[in-house]
Each structure stands twice: as structure tokens, then as C-alpha cells.
């Protein structure tokens, strides 16, 4: 009886262990964020990427450490040396008594364009062999501006359930009850520092009260920014526009495929009438074999989620950078009148 509720009380156990809390925040070191900046700023323009690296505790997603991936060219040997370098780097970590579990990844970006079906694919590769795992997005041509660029995604569960299926029809979106903005999910970051950097840093403080991110702040050209984001909304907007063909060439040919199939269904009742006239038996109401019972394939709604996903980004950038030019602009029209 002892063994039999002991053994209960374990399974009971077990699957409470099962249950995984939901992802509330991710907590990276200030070390990590600053390898991160340092590395995409010296490669900028160009795209790169690295691991990271820390632990997951219950809610929390703690990032301790990261480390670059080398760049390389699309080859397949390649691919293997990249592999074999990010487990070497790993094991190397883990004899310093270094975290060496991976939680994710970061990779730089261009203007915030980077919801592309890559990075989907990336979440989906990581979650095969990871629980939970988060992209951290740093955006070296926003940080310019005087903000801090940077930001933790993740796929939401509805949409990695959808993509396993690869079944993005118009019917199964409006089964699941899911758009556009219930792609991705974003995780607030929380910056940590352990007491002994934070005493350091009170001690390298200078006593001037103005930094250089203040002054960044203050410039008033915006001018190649708002241009540059002008001209990638524009391209999003054309593809948006490419998207929407397909789905009218789409429904055009379903349309006329209802409509042959309603003539040939008037033809063979027309036909049957004159058989049962005649005392022949009836001929089917449907031929498998005529093509025009063929079903056609509807596209994938996934691409035109994922433009209107970057559409609705440059937006906001848009939006939230005129905001704060105006702002500088009236500050100086004061400071000049006075």
C-alpha cells in the first residue's frame, strides 16, 4: 500500500513537472547585451548572428552569456565547420565552469526587416531540441538614432501548431482564430547586472549628467532614417500587392471551375432524365476523372501575414521617429526664439 501511493505520489509529480510555465521575461546579463551590440556594430551593414547562451528558470528565461558564429558562405561544408565550431565552443565553456546550455540565438537586422520565413524556420529548428527559446533582435541603424534597439522574440504556440501542419488556407486561419499579429510574441527584457559590475560602473560614472546617447538624441537630421524606411515600406507594399494577385488569379479560377461544374451537372441531369425516359440507368452525378473536379490548391497565406507583419513595423518606426522629431524641432524653435 506504501509502495502503491509512493509510486502515485511520483507519477503525480511527474506530471506536474509537465505543466511549463509561460514565458514572463528574459533576463539578460549587461555583458551579453554589450557582446551583442559589439558584434553586429562592427560587422553593420552586413547580417550576423551568435548563440546564447544561460538557463531556464520557471518563468524566466535568464541569458548569462553569448558567443558569435562565424560568417560564412551557403555551402554544406561549411555549414558542418559552423556546427562543429559552436560544439567546440560550447565545450570549451563548460571546462571554464561557463553556462553552456543554449537558449537561443541573436542576429542583427536592417530597419527592423527581419520577419522573414527564415527566422520561422530558425524558431521551429531550436524548438525541436529546446523547450523554450528566443530570438534577441538587435538593430544597430534604429540604435543610431538614440534608442536602445533591441528586442526578445518568440513563435506563439498557435502559430507553431498551424506551421507544423503547413496549413495556412483562409478556412484553418479562421478556425484557429488567427491573424497577422499573433505571429510572433514579443518578451519584455530585463537588464541584469550582478553587485560587484554594478559597483564598478558607480565608480567609471563621470560627473558630467550628459552622455553620448543624450546627445544622439538631440540630432536633428532624420532625414536618411525616414528615407530608408520610406523606400522599404514601399518594396513590402509591392510584394503585399504580388501576394494579393495570387489569391485573385486564386479565386478567379475557382470561381470558373464552380461554373463548369454546375454546367456539366445541368448536362448529366439533362442526360439522365433522357436515360430513366429511355430505361437506361442513370450515369453518376460526379466523374472523379473530369479535371474540372480536380480541386485547385489555394496559396499560402503565410508570406502576405509576414509582409503586413514588416508593413505594420515600419509604420510604427516611421511613426515613432517623426513623433520625435518634431518634438526636437519645436525644443530648438524655443531655445532659438529665446
Known sequence: MAASSTARSFLQVAATEE????????????????KIIKHCKEFSPALVTGQLLGLDVGSVLE?????????????????????????EMMRCLREVNVDNNTVGWYQSTILGSYQTVELIETFMNYQENIRRCVCIIY???RSNQGVLALKALKLSDSFMELY??????????????????????????????????????????SDTPVAQCDYDRLQLSSN??????????????????????????YYR?????????????????????ARKAAGEEPLPDEDPTNPIFKPIPEPSRLESFLITNQIAN????????????????????????N
Not at 505543466?19 to 554589450?34: D, K, M, N, T, Y
Not at 515600419?314 to 526664439?337: E, P, T, W
Open 164 to 205: 507544423r501542419t503547413n496549413n495556412f488556407t483562409g478556412e484553418k486561419l479562421r478556425e484557429k482564430n488567427l491573424s497577422w499579429v499573433d505571429i510572433f510574441e514579443e518578451i519584455p527584457i530585463k537588464v541584469s547586472n550582478s553587485a560587484l559590475i554594478s559597483a564598478f560602473m558607480t565608480e567609471l560614472e
Open 19 to 34: 505543466v511549463v510555465s509561460p514565458l514572463r521575461v528574459v533576463q539578460i546579463e549587461g555583458l551579453a547585451i554589450l
Open 63 to 87: 541569458v548569462t552569456n553569448c558567443f558569435p558564429f562565424p560568417i560564412r558562405e551557403e555551402d554544406e561544408e561549411i555549414e558542418a565547420d559552423g556546427a562543429n565550431y559552436q560544439l
Open 139 to 141: 538593430d544597430p541603424s
Open 314 to 337: 515600419y509604420c510604427n518606426q516611421i511613426n515613432g521617429v517623426a513623433g520625435q522629431s518634431f518634438n526636437r524641432l519645436y525644443l530648438m524653435k524655443s531655445l532659438h526664439d
Open 253 to 273: 479560377n475557382l470561381s470558373r471551375q464552380q461554373a463548369q461544374q454546375q454546367a456539366w451537372l445541368q448536362k448529366r441531369r439533362s442526360e439522365n432524365m
Open 224 to 249: 536618411p532614417y525616414m528615407e530608408r524606411n520610406m523606400e522599404f515600406l514601399i518594396e513590402c507594399m509591392d510584394d503585399l500587392s504580388m501576394e494579393q494577385q495570387k489569391f485573385q488569379f
